[in-house]
T-cell receptor
Framework: GAVVSQHPSRVICKSGTSVKIECRSL??????MFWYRQFPKQSLMLMAT?????????EQGVEKDKFLINHASLTLSTLTVTSAHPEDSSFYIC???????????FGPGTRLTVT | KNEVEQSPQNLTAQEGEFITINCSYS?????LHWLQQHPGGGIVSLFM???GKKKHGRLIATINIQEKHSSLHITASHPRDSAVYIC???????????FGTGTRLTIIP
């Protein structure tokens, strides 16, 4: 099946700093990428949907100025958590969908810890 | 908004047992996904189906569109099957997925 990678797999950063998470589709062109957040023992929560070359669509309650999403190419989307706070500590997962396909391929996730 | 319910929430079974995990949803969908999440967190897509039945190795997924219900079966379960299994549905004309809360499966040797 299609492969989606995320980098880094885990990151620890200090409060107030920014951290960038990359999501790459390795063997297909991802016209749409989704960013999810997952708290311990909870289900995935969709944060935003991004289409290549256009602005991301954020879900209600997700601050677009805090969670910057860039989908600059058909194989790469980035999520930047700006001015991170301890409450931003979470597991962030991306998924990617190819043109005309409805199957989403998930990345392995990035565990962010803000100290 | 689609409501997705999974049952059971937790399931512990002996190695070799036949496992069934259920998923019900409330409104029409374009497709239903079964996902597997291991303790490390990474998610693997097991199946995407919109009708009938799919089989991959020891895993079988079925869906009944009329009843808005899907089941995931695992035959000859093994400790390495221990994970959280998540059902997710995609609405008609909508790429967004609605996720169930997951079923935590533990297979005891």
């Amino acid at each position: 099946g299609a492969v989606v990678s995320q980098h880094p797999s885990r990151v620890i950063c200090k409060s107030g700093t920014s951290v960038k998470i990359e999501c790459r589709s390795l063997d297909f062109q991802a016209t749409t990428m989704f960013w999810y957040r997952q708290f311990p023992k909870q289900s995935l929560m969709l944060m935003a949907t991004s289409n290549e070359g256009s602005k991301a669509t954020y879900e209600q309650g997700v601050e677009k100025d805090k969670f910057l999403i860039n989908h600059a190419s058909l194989t790469l989307s980035t999520l930047t958590v700006t001015s991170a706070h301890p409450e931003d500590s979470s597991f962030y997962i991306c998924s990617a969908e190819g043109r005309g396909r409805y199957e989403q391929y998930f990345g392995p996730g990035t565990r962010l810890t803000v100290t | 908004k689609n409501e997705v319910e999974q049952s059971p929430q937790n399931l512990t079974a002996q190695e070799g047992e036949f496992i069934t995990i259920n998923c019900s949803y409330s409104v029409g969908i374009s497709a239903l996904h079964w996902l597997q999440q291991h303790p490390g967190g990474g998610i693997v897509s097991l199946f995407m189906l919109s009708s009938g039945k799919k089989k991959h190795g020891r895993l079988i997924a079925t869906i009944n569109i009329q009843e808005k219900h899907s089941s995931l079966h695992i035959t000859a379960s093994h400790p390495r099957d221990s994970a959280v299994y998540i059902c997710a549905v995609g609405g008609v004309g909508n790429e967004k997925l609605t996720f169930g809360t997951g079923t935590r499966l533990t297979i005891i040797p």
